[in-house]
């Protein structure tokens, strides 16, 4: 039987792996005829990244296993209720990186922040003036605005469906037994004239799940784990791309720290404490003093693009 050619030079280059060219020669073994065409480019971009960050770091081999382990651990705590996976995301600025390139939107519209881990599929629909707060907790908050395209028009019917967490900053699925079902959530439709308003609690900071491998590496970092106090809500009407944004609370003392780097300055609401003892009566309020908000959210015409939830 006659011998194999031998192989070539170039052949050899790719076939046989050094730390020179690791990348490569992993990326060659891909068979583009039968590879997925975006499977092969991500992983294709995955390796080379990964071995470059290999190179710079250059680990030990202690330190590379202590890396899995980590990531072990960060699965073995995902459950039904809890994603540390997103929260790793969320934590490394991922998850807003990866929202801000699906979510480039025109100068003036409403930007787009990251969902969190807390929404509700099926909120309870509310009328404009209803109240979210059903614990009574903390002080009282109205919120108003209007839902106009980008040239100002008023767009009737755009749905907001709010959420956030309660005074002592837990949502109510957080605290099952101690909250009432559906606390600090709601729906809300906006009128003839694009205008909505609800009643709230003023929002506070809260801090992420710190109990995890997550928290270990924001500790290990001297990072903190609060997230700058805030209200979510998702916008949807039809005709127009979905939102899903935060109204910020300006002067909360985690707004420049963010654990999950979700603050954008244009999500920044105005919030004023009023002093008004007949308007509060009329609003439904105990005091005479309470604050106000005036949030306007500004939606772009439909692309196809939709709105990105997950369930943890």
């Known amino acids: 039987m006659p011998n194999p050619e031998p192989a070539s030079a170039d052949t050899d280059d790719i076939a046989y792996f ?56 960060t699965g073995h705590m995902c459950t039904q209720w809890r994603q540390e996976f997103i929260l790793l995301s969320d934590v490394l600025g991922v998850s807003m990186l990866v929202d801000a390139i699906n979510s480039r939107r025109p100068s003036g519209a409403t930007e787009n922040t990251i969902l969190g881990p807390f929404y509700v599929m099926n909120p309870p629909n509310r009328k404009n003036g209803d109240t979210i707060c059903l614990d009574g907790k ?123 780097f979700g603050v954008k300055k244009s999500l920044i609401g105005d919030f004023r404490k009023t002093s008004d003892a007949a308007e509060a009566k009329k609003l439904g309020f105990d005091g005479p003093e309470f604050w106000e908000v005036e949030q306007d959210f500004v939606l772009t015409p439909a692309t196809g693009r939709k709105a990105f939830i997950h369930q943890v």
């Open 138 to 260: 903390g002080e009282p908050l109205v919120v108003r605005g209007r839902v106009t395209d980008t040239a100002g028009k008023p767009i009737p019917g755009a749905r907001l469906d709010v959420w956030q967490t309660n005074d002592d900053g837990f949502y109510d699925v957080q605290q099952k037994d101690v909250q009432p079902d559906m606390n600090m959530r709601g729906v809300f439709a906006a009128d003839r004239d694009g205008a909505y308003w609800f009643r709230s609690a003023l929002p506070r900071y809260y801090p992420i799940p710190g109990d995890g491998p997550v928290g270990e590496l924001l500790n290990a970092l001297g990072r903190g784990i609060n997230r700058a106090a805030h209200i979510h809500v998702i916008l949807t009407a039809e005709g127009y791309d979905p939102v899903i944004t935060h109204i910020f609370e300006p002067h909360c003392q985690y707004l420049r720290q963010d654990a999950v």
């Open 18 to 73: 050094s730390e020179e060219n690791s990348a490569e020669v992993v990326n060659a073994r891909i068979d583009h005829a039968k590879a997925n065409p975006r499977i092969a480019e991500v992983v294709e971009a995955m390796t080379r990244h990964l071995h470059a960050f290999v190179k710079e770091v250059e680990p030990t081999h202690e330190e590379w296993l202590a890396g899995i382990e980590f990531l072990t651990r």
